[in-house]
């Protein structure tokens, strides 16, 4: 099976952020919540903020979006030509996204591409159940959904993915449509 990052790998951009702009175009109250996120940013910047407690206020906008699954529809209609054609030649249907992003965003691009997602389970009412699926967490979702055996491939575009890579048979890296081996059998590769 191969493994996924979806935001800057498979797909052209950040979707969480992507999905923000697309409900504050059509929900414009939705600039009210700015303040909220240049707090965020100060907070995290001065390292006041760990991470999870910074992508909840990031992602917190939603409890503000009335009947958010018609809007992550909406989203998903405009932006599913957003996925990557290397990723559109190359899918299989064993795949599995393992992705910090909210389910409720990204579970649905899963769905529409046919593979399993596994992703920050992150409600449209703004409850997080458990950790962000980020970094070491990545890992720790994947064999409680997948069972022990490692993917045989894991591509990313973040060196916080790098438990991922490492746990995987073969890690690469993303950049663009560039795609890198990084690690092999939890090493990293040695280049030159």
Partial sequence: MNCYDFDDTIFRGNSMRRFSLYCTLRLPYLIL?????????????????????????LEGFIVFVPHADRFVQGFWDRNMSRIKDWYRASMREDDVVVSATPLFVVGEACRRLGVRCIATDFSTRGKLTGKHCHGKYKVRYFRERMGDTPPATYYSDSRSDTPMWQYAERGYLVKGDKITLVYEDGEPVRRG
């Fill in 33 to 57: 919540y700015l303040p909220v996120l240049l707090v965020a940013f100060l907070l995290r910047g001065l390292r006041i903020l760990n991470k999870n407690v910074y992508l909840l206020l």
